[in-house]
T-cell receptor, first 115, second 112 residues
Framework: AQTVTQSQPEMSVQEAETVTLSCTYD???????LFWYKQPPSRQMILVIR??????QNATENRFSVNFQKAAKSFSLKISDSQLGDTAMYFC????????????FGKGTKLSVKP | NAGVTQTPKFQVLKTGQSMTLQCAQD?????MSWYRQDPGMGLRLIHY???????DQGEVPNGYNVSRSTTEDFPLRLLSAAPSQTSVYFC???????????FGQGTRLTVV
């Protein structure tokens, strides 16, 4: 069975500092994507970054980057130069196997950026 | 470019009432899904569809029905609302089976 685990229910960081959110997963698929979604207080689910499993290079989107360790099935999100607008729930997600076209989500990490 | 549109944004129901949450997407995506979000639980899959006329159950399907008569629309029906169905509901669509999902703005449903 596929699983996604986020072991940090809550984290906080000072503005302008760096924070890393952890995610581990399990899948029997060989070719897959991994995603980090952000959910601010507005409730909207926003894609932050995606990683293709067959690419060894870690994905980067501006201040957001991942540390993808395929053998260890680890997919952490690093936020650099944290901003107040980064305050949100962050969810790690993995597509279900087979033909479903759906995602399985971790339980989320609530990140608070403090001024 | 509307993306995924959900209505309503908020709803209060009495126990036993029925209602339909609407979801429409204009991206010609084949895959559509419904999730519910409860505190501390992340998002859990209720029902999904891989194309018009094809639906299947997800992780938590009990008490919900879906149908997919067109590519664009994927309504979720609550047959007889229960307090346990108090949650935030998200509709999502995706282009392929392993690509990212695009989400609607969510519906906060309270059953009293």
């Amino acid at each position: 069975a596929q699983t996604v685990t986020q072991s940090q229910p809550e984290m906080s960081v000072q503005e302008a500092e760096t924070v890393t959110l952890s995610c581990t997963y399990d899948t029997s698929e060989n070719n897959y994507y991994l995603f980090w979604y952000k959910q601010p207080p507005s409730r909207q689910m926003i894609l932050v970054i995606r990683q293709e499993a067959y690419k060894q290079q870690n994905a980067t989107e501006n201040r957001f980057s991942v540390n993808f360790q395929k053998a260890a099935k680890s997919f952490s999100l690093k936020i650099s130069d944290s901003q107040l607008g980064d305050t949100a729930m962050y969810f790690c997600a993995l597509p279900y196997g087979g033909s479903q076209g759906n995602l399985i989500f971790g339980k989320g990490t609530k990140l608070s950026v403090k001024p | 470019n509307a993306g995924v549109t959900q209505t309503p944004k908020f709803q209060v129901l009495k126990t036993g009432q029925s209602m339909t949450l609407q979801c429409a997407q204009d991206m010609n995506h084949e895959y559509m899904s419904w999730y519910r979000q409860d505190p501390g639980m992340g998002l859990r899959l209720i029902h999904y569809s891989v194309g018009a006329g094809i639906t299947d159950q997800g992780e938590v399907p009990n008490g919900y029905n879906v149908s997919r008569s067109t590519t664009e629309d994927f309504p979720l029906r609550l047959l007889s609302a229960a307090p346990s169905q108090t949650s935030v509901y998200f509709c999502a669509s995706s282009f392929g089976r392993i690509t990212e999902a695009f989400f609607g703005q969510g519906t906060r449903l309270t059953v009293v």
